[in-house]
């Protein structure tokens, strides 16, 4: 089992105590994580992670399993 390199964006310790903001709708994270919420969704998009809160990812759930990108929705 192979680990990823130390400070890589895992997003594990790297986001320890940020607050996660929807990258559609602004809606930000109710407390200070170390990840997004369960119910957020992350997309990885020309090389940059976005998240996406409960209401937009259900929202655009089919558009999300398409693989489009999120200036398509």
């Not at 192979?2 to 895992?10: E, V």
């Not at 994270?29 to 090389?47: F, M």
């Not at 996406?52 to 200036?71: H, K, M, Q, Y």
Request: glycine share 10%.
């Amino acid at each position: 089992m192979t680990s990823p390199p130390r400070g890589s964006d895992d997003g594990s310790t790297a986001d320890a105590g940020r607050r996660l903001v929807c990258a559609r709708c602004g809606t930000s994270a109710d407390a200070l994580t170390a990840g997004p919420p369960l119910t957020w969704t992350c997309s990885v998009e020309d090389g940059i992670r976005r998240y996406f809160c409960e209401t937009c990812s259900r929202e655009n759930l089919r558009s999300i399993e398409g693989r489009l990108d999120s200036d398509w929705w």
